[in-house]
């Protein structure tokens, strides 16, 4: 059975050291946050993590959820008792607002909760992940009655929340949705239409769901601009907040899939169901775009939390498994065999997973608290900045972290060998509940279009620009600095290649926008590894300044060795992804259908 602890330590560290959280004090929330607070909350939310949602992590996989004929749908055992814990313990409302019910405290909080709730139970984690998407869509586009008549409940978790985009023929373009909206005398709308693929679509943890629905009103323009989105609660609500009829939506059946089998993925069925219209007439995108930014950080998170729980495993198990001797000589004469971390194979799998961990897990706080800072500071100034930067990395940390989280769930299950194909070791659930996260939300693919198409050229390059000059002035004012410079070197060379990439891109894009395309998977990649690449020259540069004040410990000291590691080992990559992308679009294209 697989075991897993919650990285408050390593979490903690970033947040004090690297980033200084408290500098941000000012903002709303912010003080209520203060480090002891901080610390107790993330203990909390490793407990909860630990003891109530990680046990239930393997019988939810097997036990799956079960739609009954009269179209309910029962969650695994124990799901329900621990999403009541979780509920009450005041944890899906952590960053809402205290207007509805919410702890207001900053986003980065929520998200470092999430990460130990999504390792400890994806599959679990996702009924309250998406209702938090869900609130932050009702309380930025929603109207006032909407939000009291939703928000308190959904605060407090007795409301879960979905968002329905897909449809059997509309998958990534939206423009393609058919679901219709058909005007009704009181001002609702009548909602009918298929959508599939709907994550905790029915389930029996709650008294009610709340879908927000994307459809087209009667009459509408076609394509994207013609979408509107929708409330549309299960069970519709009187006017006094009290539970009334049964609306028209029903589950038609749940997919039976690779993964997170404990989360419920619904046909729903929509037929006449009443809906209510949120931000606007055929403004649907718009407003859904804010739950789909919130899922596309949430699922993000869910890439590195995966990477993380597998990882602690392997390492337990390859200091525990006996195979072979050290190449170097016996390490363990006493025993048959040396454990299978002597093995430097064995060891470099390990450290290109924690190499990145620890630093995509900087990535993320780093963008939560750009995200806390968007939408929290006083300083327009600083919003705008921290809104670029937000929007630049978000395509980057979804398609890097789930790309890579993925393929590090299948090099954990590699140090297993054989018994990492086997159920009961619990590696195999990882990597194939690790698989989707690269595709719901917006499929990687996707993600990359987004970076190069949309989030590089938008207000002419500003965001980037931003970036960069924010890594070269890091480099440049710790030039002096020794005992961090062999550090710096290497991201020094590698922010080149990034350069070129973005120098390359600009001139042979506009005239041949398949050469975007071609190199849109390159290039995300090829930038996520400078940022993961800067993350390691802060994690450096607050580890030496601890040393310098006395405080040694092999943790310290282990990253050290790990920001070699990903310099010497994974950052020189950008080289192979700039010589790739460059090599344009020509060949990619050059096979006729005929010839695949
Ligand atoms: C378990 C599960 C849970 C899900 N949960 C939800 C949910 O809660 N709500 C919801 O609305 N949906 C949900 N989805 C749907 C999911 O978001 C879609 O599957 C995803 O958006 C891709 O759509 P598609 O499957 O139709 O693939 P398609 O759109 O058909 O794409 C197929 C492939 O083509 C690529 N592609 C498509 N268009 C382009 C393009 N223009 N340029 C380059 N490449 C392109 C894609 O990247 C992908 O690799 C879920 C899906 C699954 C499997």
Redesign the pocket.
């Known amino acids: 059975m697989p075991s897993y602890k919650a990285p408050v330590a390593d979490t903690l560290f970033l947040l004090n050291d690297v980033f200084d959280y408290q500098r941000f004090s000012n903002l709303p929330g912010f003080a209520d946050a203060s480090p002891d607070v901080l610390e107790a909350v993330l203990s909390e939310g490793a407990k909860i993590a630990e003891e109530e949602l990680q046990p239930l992590n393997r019988t939810g996989d097997l036990e799956g959820c079960v739609r009954h004929a009269d179209g309910s749908v029962t969650t695994p055992k124990g799901f329900k008792e621990a999403y009541k814990t979780y509920a009450e313990g005041g944890w899906v409302g952590l960053a809402c607002d205290p207007a509805y019910g919410g702890q207001g405290l900053p986003h980065f909080v929520a998200t470092i909760c999430s990460e130990f709730a999504d390792s400890a139970n994806v599959a679990f984690a996702m009924y309250p992940g998406?209702t938090q998407g869900a609130i932050a869509a009702l309380q930025a586009h929603g109207d006032d009655a909407q939000k009291q008549r939703y928000l308190p409940k959904m605060t407090a978790g007795q409301w879960t929340g979905?968002?329905?985009?897909?449809e059997p023929q509309?998958?990534?373009?939206l423009g393609l949705i058919k679901t219709r909206a058909a005007p009704q005398a009181d001002g609702s709308y009548a909602i009918t239409g298929q959508?599939i693929?709907?994550?905790?679509g029915e389930h029996d943890l709650t008294e009610n769901i709340v879908h927000l629905v994307l459809a087209r009103i009667e009459g509408a323009p076609a394509g994207v601009k013609g979408i509107s989105l929708f409330v549309v609660p299960k069970i519709l609500v009187r006017e006094d907040g009290s539970l009334g009829e049964r609306n028209g939506v029903s589950c038609g059946s749940i997919?039976h899939?690779m993964g997170?089998h404990g989360n419920s993925?619904c046909v729903l069925n929509y037929d006449g169901a009443k809906g209510w219209l949120i931000g606007g007439a055929d403004r649907g995108l718009n407003a859904m775009f804010v739950m789909m930014n919130e899922a596309r950080l949430g699922v993000a998170v869910q890439g590195l939390a995966l990477s993380e729980v597998a990882y602690q495993n392997a390492a337990a198990y390859a200091k525990d498994r006996l195979q072979g001797r050290s190449l170097s000589g016996a390490k363990e004469p006493s025993k048959p065999a040396d454990p299978i971390l002597v093995h430097p194979d064995v060891r470099r799998m390990l450290m290109e997973i924690r190499a990145f961990n620890e630093a995509a897990r900087a990535f993320v706080l780093w963008t939560a608290l750009a995200s806390d800072e968007a939408r929290r500071s006083p300083d327009p100034a600083a919003r705008l900045a921290a809104d670029d930067r937000l929007g630049l990395l978000t395509p980057v940390l979804k398609g890097v972290l789930t790309d890579v989280g993925f393929a590090n769930a299948v090099k954990a299950q590699q140090v297993f060998g054989g018994h990492g194909y086997i159920g009961e070791w619990g590696m195999e659930q990882f990597v194939r509940d690790a698989r989707?996260a690269m595709?719901?939300?917006?499929?990687?693919?996707?993600q990359a279009?987004d970076l190069v198409g949309r989030k590089l050229p938008k207000d002419s390059g500003r965001a980037v620009t931003a970036f960069f000059s924010e890594i070269s002035g890091f480099i440049v004012e710790n030039k002096d600095d020794v005992g961090l410079a062999p550090y710096l070197a290497p991201l020094k060379a590698s922010i080149g290649h990034l350069q070129q990439a973005t120098m390359w891109l600009m001139k042979n894009a506009p005239a041949a926008p398949d050469n975007a395309?071609a190199a849109s998977n390159d290039y995300m990649h090829l930038f996520g590894l400078i940022a993961l690449g800067y993350m390691w020259a802060r994690i450096v540069k607050a580890v030496l300044t601890r040393k310098a004040q006395g405080n040694s410990n092999g943790q310290l000291d282990a990253k050290l060795t790990l920001a070699k590691f990903f310099n010497e080992r994974m950052l020189p990559e950008t080289g192979a992804h700039l010589a790739r992308l460059s090599a344009g679009a020509a060949t990619i294209m050059e096979l006729p259908a005929a010839g695949f």
């Open positions: 998406l979905t968002m329905n985009l897909t509309c998958g990534t373009d959508k693929f709907i994550s905790a997919e899939k997170i993925t989707i595709i719901y939300e917006g499929a990687n693919g996707i279009l395309g």
